[in-house]
């Protein structure tokens, strides 16, 4: 997607945002101007949980949690969600973004813990940032992080989020913490290890 795409469906984004938020009659936390109402279009798993690609429901998940990557090098600790590039990725969680980070496997990649500290959710191979995302933002379920991309070892035209969750302990980093299958609680079926 070019530069006017991206300008484009920012401007959606935007606007559909605006339209709703005056229709709700409700009061709205003052936040940067990247909120999104795509929480109430994109199904919710246990929890309040989305699912974190804009347009994906819950029931085109494929758990992909445990297989082999690299040869059978690794495990993968996560579930891809294949998608078209550039489709809108949003927080399956609220919280608070506690690294933006560039990283060899990932390519661009977001961490979201949550505001008691004992979740992470970790989004890669991410196209690009939303506008204005930043380390410290708070975001709620449903807002803006990124776009659908190939970065990392992604694969060029692989394009796909990877998308994982972690239970945390108060005093480790955002690398850290034990892997949850994301699926059955995108899916709906509870937390299990």
């Known amino acids: 997607m070019n530069r ?7 401007v959606i984004v935007l606007s559909v945002s605006a339209f709703v938020a005056m229709l709700g009659g409700e009061a709205v936390e ?11 279009a994109v199904p919710a798993g246990i ?3 989305l699912v974190p690609v804009a347009g994906i429901a819950r029931e085109q998940l494929v758990d992909t949690w445990g297989q082999a ?3 059978g090098a690794r495990v993968h600790n996560a579930i891809d969600i294949p998608a078209r590039a550039g489709t809108l990725v949003v927080a399956a969680l609220p919280g608070r973004v ?15 813990r949550s505001f008691d500290g004992r979740i992470s959710s970790y989004y890669a191979h991410l196209a690009g940032y ?7 933002q708070r975001v709620r ?10 970065t990392g070892n992604a694969g060029a035209g692989n394009t796909h989020l990877h998308f994982a969750i972690s239970r ?3 005093d480790e980093r955002w690398y850290q913490g034990d892997p949850v299958n994301p699926y059955p609680l995108l899916a709906g079926r509870g937390m299990g290890r």
């Open 141 to 150: 379920a449903g807002d803006p992080i990124g776009f659908v991309g190939d």
């Open 69 to 71: 990557r690299d040869g």
């Open 47 to 49: 929890g309040g949980m």
């Open 98 to 112: 506690e690294k933006l980070f560039q990283s060899g496997a990932g390519g661009t990649t977001a961490y979201v």
């Open 4 to 10: 006017l795409g991206w300008t484009i469906l920012v």
């Open 30 to 40: 003052r936040v940067p101007p990247t909120r999104s109402v795509v929480s109430r």
């Open 130 to 136: 939303a506008p204005g995302l930043a380390e410290g």
């Open 168 to 170: 945390m302990r108060p």
